[in-house]
């Protein structure tokens, strides 16, 4: 007998140690560049109170705050140790690729606020950063990704209940201060219900990884 387990699903989390530092100048540009910008129109239906600027903001960020320049190196080194083990095996050998950080946005979630389950087309990976600890139980607020397989069983018996155990329907991340998660832009995932007093901030990206051409 050769048994198989087909298709993984690659994901990261891991905490800046450096967050701390940073965070105090991140929190202030952000808010500053909140009072000033436009929300975003895309997806409003699937979101209840959170502010979302245009999918550019890094664009200026990273130019205007040095702390965001900072934060984004250490995330671009991550992915690249994340990534390069995982992509390696397909590609030729000596390919050079780069991150191109093709969308970024920021969430400022208020009490009661959410975003409904969705993925992200035209890119192949994304990321969130976490600013703050949040209480989950108490307040909610965790980020669910849910299992691909379940999202295409049309029919379920004693065989596949497999499927739906242990941590297979989905995967919950809870927030952190400077925790950094990044995974598949296809696979589909929520912002449960938040009900905490203290704004629920994050940062967050989609990516595209591309070929450098000499």
């Given at each position: 007998?050769?048994?198989?387990?087909?298709?993984?699903?690659?994901?990261?989390?891991?905490?800046?140690?450096?967050?701390?530092?940073?965070?105090?100048?991140l929190r202030r540009y952000l808010y500053r560049f909140d009072?000033?910008?436009?929300?975003?129109?895309?997806?409003?239906?699937?979101?209840?109170?959170?502010?979302?600027?245009?999918?550019?903001?890094?664009?200026?960020?990273?130019?205007?705050?040095?702390?965001?320049?900072?934060?984004?190196?250490?995330?671009?080194?991550?992915?690249?140790?994340?990534?390069?083990?995982?992509?390696?095996?397909?590609?030729?050998p000596g390919l050079r690729w780069s991150i191109d950080h093709?969308?970024?946005?920021?969430?400022?979630?208020?009490?009661?606020?959410?975003?409904?389950?969705?993925?992200?087309?035209n890119t192949s990976w994304g990321w969130i950063y976490y600013?703050?600890?949040?209480?989950?139980?108490?307040?909610?607020?965790?980020?669910?990704?849910?299992?691909?397989?379940?999202?295409?069983?049309?029919?379920?018996?004693?065989?596949?209940?497999?499927?739906?155990?242990?941590?297979?329907?989905?995967?919950?991340?809870?927030?952190?201060?400077?925790?950094?998660?990044?995974?598949?832009?296809?696979?589909?995932?929520?912002?449960?219900?938040?009900?905490?007093?203290?704004?629920?901030?994050?940062?967050?990206?989609?990516?595209?990884?591309?070929?450098?051409?000499?």
């Amino acid at each position: 007998m050769t048994r198989h387990k087909l298709w993984p699903t690659y994901f990261l989390e891991e905490i800046n140690s450096t967050h701390e530092e940073l965070a105090p100048e991140l929190r202030r540009y952000l808010y500053r560049f909140d009072k000033k910008t436009k929300q975003s129109t895309l997806g409003r239906a699937l979101k209840r109170n959170i502010s979302e600027p245009p999918f550019d903001f890094l664009d200026t960020a990273r130019d205007e705050c040095e702390a965001f320049g900072k934060l984004i190196s250490w995330i671009d080194r991550r992915i690249r140790s994340f990534l390069t083990p995982i992509i390696g095996p397909a590609v030729n050998p000596g390919l050079r690729w780069s991150i191109d950080h093709c969308e970024s946005w920021y969430h400022i979630t208020k009490e009661g606020g959410f975003h409904g389950p969705h993925m992200h087309s035209n890119t192949s990976w994304g990321w969130i950063y976490y600013f703050d600890d949040v209480d989950v139980p108490s307040h909610g607020g965790s980020n669910r990704f849910y299992n691909p397989i379940s999202q295409h069983v049309t029919y379920v018996d004693v065989g596949l209940r497999y499927v739906e155990t242990l941590d297979w329907s989905f995967f919950e991340v809870i927030p952190k201060a400077g925790k950094l998660v990044v995974y598949p832009g296809w696979l589909l995932h929520d912002a449960q219900p938040y009900f905490g007093k203290k704004d629920r901030l994050i940062l967050s990206g989609n990516m595209r990884i591309l070929e450098v051409n000499e």
